[in-house]
């Protein structure tokens, strides 16, 4: 079996809005509390508590008149956030990760955990447990919250949900959800693919199909204007308003860096998504492997002129999500050696140009050989994943 993690944006109303973060602060007041109990109780010269006991403590807790808030709250949530501590306090002594911190207010994102079984799904709706505690059928629907994208998580009975988080972007509230697929035994057979990845294009495979590259799109090129024109008007502002040593952030600020951080969302999610089709529709040609080059050498020797980071970016997330589409699809996937020439290779007679330019964008071999230099990489790489795959 294998698990698919899906993630799909929420349409809270008003009244759910509150709700949602209200369930936030409790599991981050849960985390927190037991952080706290585990440290102390450490001080003291105890072991560690086990989450059960722990938990225990917390129903205690909820009794008294000091903390009769958290009933307000699913109990699952507090459960989950206390098991969370936990782990992350145990994985802590094995030496798997750093000290936990607790979760402050302002710097972690708001989240929270759905209990598996309880939790629901229709096309439409997600149903969170105990937003409203009513039976009466126009209060119950309080629980139900709208999704975004319709049909996108499977509702067939037999399904299991598994480790529902819910969480806060700063804009949007999302669901993410893990569900559980049989494995695909299919042994894909046609031909390898190699892709060269470039800049011009962002990928060119050697069985003739191009992608351009997103960045020199309209929608991203008018998004990007905009971006830098509000990342000026803030920074604007800020000078304006600065008062001695201290900036200070008027409510115009607060406005205008919203927007930005919409705008910068819409910039990343295309970006994703487009890389998504891509490296789809190439699995879906069902090569038996793919060959990518090294991609140390690609970042370094190609990304002179385009914004590097957000190039390099968008390469390391091409070759991850081959990796995984790969591995799902059982095809395998072969990297070229850092020192395989796959750009000044002649895919006629094997003779390696050495003074190739990066402006040669057409190879010229004295055997005859004219060909566009990336189909001609992307093609010596399907060669360089022959010799390797079974
Ligand atoms: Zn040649």
Known sequence: MMIKTIRVMLIPNNKQKTKLFQYANTARFAYNW?????????KNGGKFISDGDLRKEFT????????????????????????????AYKNF??????????????????????????????????????????????????????????????????????????????IHWWISVGIECPDNEEIPMNDGIGIDLGIKDLAICSDDHTYKNIHKSKTIKKLEKRKRRLQRSISRK???????????????????????????????????????????EIVNRKPRFICIEDLNVKGMMKNRHLSKAVQQQGFFEFKRQIEYKCKNNNIQMVIADRFYPSSKLCSCCG????????????????????????????INLRRYGEQFAF
């Open 34 to 42: 037991a952080l706290g109990r585990e440290q102390e109780n450490y």
């Open 60 to 87: 205690q807790l909820k009794k008294t008149d000091e903390y009769v808030w958290l009933k307000s709250v699913s109990n699952n949530v507090t459960k989950q956030a206390i098991k969370d501590a936990c782990i």
């Open 93 to 170: 002594f094995k030496g798997k990760s750093k000290y936990p911190r607790f979760k402050s207010k302002k710097k972690t994102r708001p989240s929270f955990y759905q209990d598996n079984v309880k939790i629901k799904f229709t096309n439409t709706h997600v149903k969170f447990e105990s937003f409203s505690s009513s039976k009466k059928r126009n209060k119950a629907k309080l629980n139900w919250v709208r999704l975004a994208e319709h049909g996108r998580v499977p509702t067939d009975i037999d399904i299991k949900y598994m480790n529902p988080r819910v969480t806060f972007d700063g």
């Open 238 to 280: 800020y000078e304006n308003n600065k008062k001695g040593e201290s900036y200070c952030k008027t409510s115009n600020i607060i406005k205008r860096e919203k927007e930005l951080l919409k705008v910068n969302h819409r910039l990343t999610n295309i970006r994703k998504n487009y890389l998504h089709q891509t490296t789809s």
């Open 351 to 378: 003779t390696i140009k050495k003074d190739l330019k990066l402006s040669d964008r057409i190879y010229k071999c004295d055997c005859g050989n004219v060909i566009d230099r990336d189909f001609q990489a992307s």
